[in-house]
């Protein structure tokens, strides 16, 4: 059901409710603004979402669709419906249908049709096991993340949180651990002076190596010592690291494992990316997700490493968000409710409402008269409104911008005012006829969420006198660029593990790092007993399933995933004929079964405590076997593949425009898409796994481009009685003020329960909306 939205004008409309649009709506009103968040589903987030298993099997079912009318011309008075869902029932990502415009277009306006997606990603592929159905129960019992993240505890974000009070609104967990693939086994990143003499895989040279590499980052953090320079250059880091002196392996675990790099910086030569499949330009578009790590990056993404561990007293560089990375989007979206934003979920935006220049010039001009202003105008006196729509003097126009955005077409039919609509990239690319000619496809990152019936890494053997240790259930691990995959059983050392190699063992083949984030029930985004597998990697090629089907069959047990047709009904297919199967499957060789080397606490003897069972197979899970050797002591098993799912998405965090026809010393002209004036496009998600700091940065950037001189959110005040007073900010920061007779403030917790309140009375007018009984 698509509602009436009261009132129907706004200074600003926010397109979505991610977190660069929450950010942006939150600074606005805290700017005195009147502002109007609508997501088009019911849930919050947009490309940073979480959401359930219904949604994505959903958005296969659209993707089918589409794949077979393609060819069919979309008319011009068309409207985006999704649709069915398999299950027959609605779920959080369901798109209600469009009605027809309730209001005449004014006269000198058009409509630039927006055809919104629940999920913005493609390429998906579903897998599941026999028996492993969808269903009423995947709504409650999983929370998936459309683009999964682990925060660090000293990045800009979780200062931002406290800033703005918004970290009342979620929970935490640091993350147990972190794992690098490396000499056929995986390991802990030896990441403080504790972990590097523990690890007996490193030699004493090494040892002494890398303390001194890890005091001169120190020392340069105080603008000393020998790395001062070349850790504020833009030399590349790899050889920096390679100029100190530290072994192939030890670069891995600093690029990689502490840095987190998201591409290869050690690129393979040309010839042998040939040879693995790799086109240059597939090299280009995956080095564009994560780009070179330059020495002053390197040295940042140090700091905040090292700063981060042990923050909140846990010693970990990372936590993560229980109830999904989705939360994070939704603690902005309560901020902005409680300081006045009006919030509509379950209603897309099907058209802007856009007029041509000269009425819209005409119109300015006449606001200008009344005193209205304009948000447009916001180019510090550089030039009015009407200047700018011309193009003239007072404020370089895009050429392109033949148009002013004045308001919205809800679904409802009904029309919205606005004076300045705000959007995210993924939105904006489903606006028609706005994509520029000219503007290169975006780079993409490859995503896997898998279901697995056990962690990833077994829990150590405890005493007779100590209970069991309980497995790890949050962790986060790298498989390095070319890994080699996992060894025999006990051959940890360098030379047993080449001689493995040259024995005709194979590799993973992986092109650039695949991230691995495991998380367990502790988060509350499964139940007691599975665990979630998030994979990603730089897409290289024009399949996820292929970016990251090895590294998955690797790391666990793929022996019963059949690929599902049809998301209906899982089950069906997965224990269907092998009609379902890609018919690749008639070409695998028959698999081995090897033991794992693992060290999970990091002493490097390789106990059988942490073995698992490996299938050096082919990556199509028909073939895979999970049959262990006679020869040797029966292993722990792999957690077994569930249920998978891999898709693409696009990385879009560096489109980082002001609004469209503004002055922004021409960055308009080299915008990607063609946009009205008024409308600012905020940047998407990354691609990365580890922080929101580019995403911060480049939706803060934009923010200025578009209203320079207006506050940025971590500039606002939030005071004790959520309008940001002087005297509040004083007394909440503990600086001082009184209650007038020279006695002690009031507590903090009355302003609180304020805001408690008013949080409890949007839960209770949202929660009467979803039951159909009105407000």
Wanted: aromatic share 4%; proline share 7%.
């Amino acid at each position: 059901m698509a509602w009436t939205i009261t009132p129907s004008k706004f200074d600003v409309v926010v397109i979505g409710s991610g977190l660069p649009e929450c950010l942006v709506a939150a600074s606005l009103l805290k700017a005195g603004r009147d502002v109007l968040i609508i997501d088009a589903v019911d849930t919050y987030g947009t490309d940073f979402a979480s959401f359930t298993p219904a949604a994505l099997d959903d958005a296969i079912v659209q993707q089918q669709q589409q794949l077979t009318s393609h060819a069919a011309a979309v008319s011009e008075t068309s409207r985006y419906v999704p649709a069915p869902v398999p299950s027959g029932e609605e779920h959080e990502h369901s798109m209600p249908k469009c009605s027809s415009i309730s209001e005449p277009v004014p006269p000198g306006c058009r409509l630039l049709r927006l055809r919104q997606r629940a999920l913005p990603v493609s390429d998906i592929h579903a897998f599941a096991a026999p028996g492993e159905r969808g269903g009423p129960g995947d709504r409650r019992g999983y929370i998936l993340d459309l683009v999964p993240k682990l925060v660090y505890q000293s990045e800009p974000l979780v200062d931002l949180l406290v800033h703005c009070r918004c970290h009342h609104y979620l929970e935490f967990k640091a993350v147990e651990g972190s794992y690098i693939l490396q000499d056929g086994g995986i390991h802990p990143v030896p990441a403080g002076r504790a972990d590097i003499f523990r690890d007996r895989r490193l030699s004493l040279s090494d040892k002494r190596v890398l303390m001194r590499f890890i005091q001169g980052c120190v020392e340069a953090r105080g603008g000393q010592g020998h790395l001062k320079d070349v850790l504020a250059s833009s030399q590349p880091l790899a050889q920096i690291l390679a100029a100190e002196g530290l072994s192939p392996r030890l670069r891995q675990v600093i690029l990689y494992g502490i840095a987190m790099c998201d591409s290869d910086q050690e690129p393979t030569p040309a010839a042998v990316a040939a040879d693995n499949g790799i086109t240059a330009a597939d090299a280009d578009a995956a080095a564009a997700v994560g780009g070179v790590m330059t020495g002053a990056g390197g040295g940042a993404a140090l700091d905040l490493f090292t700063t981060s561990q042990g923050r909140f007293g846990h010693e970990a560089a990372f936590m993560v968000p229980s109830y999904g990375s989705g939360s994070v989007a939704e603690a902005f979206v309560r901020l902005c409710a409680v300081h006045g934003a009006v919030t509509i979920l379950r209603q897309p935006v099907q058209a802007l409402l856009v007029m041509e220049v000269k009425e819209a010039v005409a119109a300015v001009a006449a606001a200008s008269d009344n005193g209205a202003g304009s948000v447009l105008s916001h180019n510090n006196g550089g030039g009015d409104d009407a200047d700018r729509l011309n193009g003239s003097d007072g404020g370089a126009a895009s050429s392109t911008a033949a148009c002013s955005c004045v308001g919205i077409v809800t679904a409802a039919g009904q029309v919205v005012r606005c004076k300045t609509v705000v959007a995210g990239t993924g939105t904006i690319s489903c606006l028609e006829d706005v994509l520029s000619p000219s503007a290169p496809p975006p780079p993409y990152v490859s995503r896997a969420i898998v279901v697995l019936d056990g962690p990833l890494l077994p829990a150590p053997h405890g005493s007779a006198a100590q209970p069991q240790p309980v497995p790890k259930s949050l962790l986060t691990m790298v498989v390095p660029p070319h890994s080699d995959g996992l060894a025999l059983e006990g051959q940890a050392s360098e030379t047993a593990v080449a001689a493995w190699a040259a024995a005709g063992s194979t590799g993973i083949g992986n092109p650039h790092p695949v991230r691995v984030l495991q998380e367990g029930a502790s988060t509350c985004v499964c139940p007691a007993g599975r665990f979630l597998l998030y994979l990603s990697t730089p897409a290289t090629s024009s399949s996820s399933y292929d970016d990251l089907w090895n590294t998955l069959a690797k790391l666990t047990d793929t022996t019963d995933l059949r690929e599902v047709r049809s998301p209906a009904c899982p089950s069906a297919s997965a224990t269907s004929s092998s009609s379902n199967i890609s018919t690749a499957a008639a070409n695998v060789n028959t698999s081995t079964s090897t033991k794992i080397y693992t060290d999970g606490d990091g002493d490097g003897d390789g106990d059988d405590n942490n073995c698992a069972v490996v299938n050096t197979t082919d990556k199509h899970p028909a073939t895979d076997s999970a049959a262990t050797s006679s020869s040797s002591p029966t292993p722990r098993t792999r957690p077994r593949a569930l249920r998978a799912w891999f898709y693409r998405q696009p990385v879009q965090h560096r489109m980082v425009p002001a609004i469209a026809g503004a002055a922004a010393g021409g960055a308009a002209e080299a915008l990607a898409y063609q946009l009205p004036v008024g409308v600012l496009q905020l940047p998407g998600p990354d691609g990365g796994l580890a922080g929101y700091s580019q995403v911060l940065e480049a939706t803060k950037a934009a923010y200025r481009a578009a209203f320079p001189g207006v506050q940025w959110l971590a500039e606002a005040t939030f005071g004790r009685h959520g309008a940001g007073g002087a005297e509040g900010d004083e007394e909440e920061e503990g600086i001082g003020g009184d209650n007038g007779d020279g006695g002690p403030a009031p507590a903090p917790a009355v302003e609180e329960a304020e805001e408690d309140a008013a949080i409890d009375e949007l839960t209770s007018a949202v929660a009467r909306l979803q039951g159909g009984q009105g407000v």
